[in-house]
């Protein structure tokens, strides 16, 4: 994982846990998740992808 992304995913979690009031662990699963299924993907180079369904 590169920097960039590293630095993406943690602005995630954050905006996650202070948006939704959610624990670290719940923020890190959601976004878990949301990739899992294909919904958002983080590219190494830092830029988001949020699949619009």
């Known amino acids: 994982m590169t920097a960039k992304e590293r630095q993406v995913r943690e602005t995630i979690i ?7 009031h959610l ?4 923020s890190q699963n959601h976004l878990a998740e949301l990739e899992e299924f294909g919904l958002v993907k983080i590219h190494p180079s830092g830029t988001f992808y949020l699949k619009v369904v």
């Open 23 to 26: 624990s670290r662990q719940e």
């Open 14 to 20: 954050t905006f996650l846990m202070s948006e939704l």
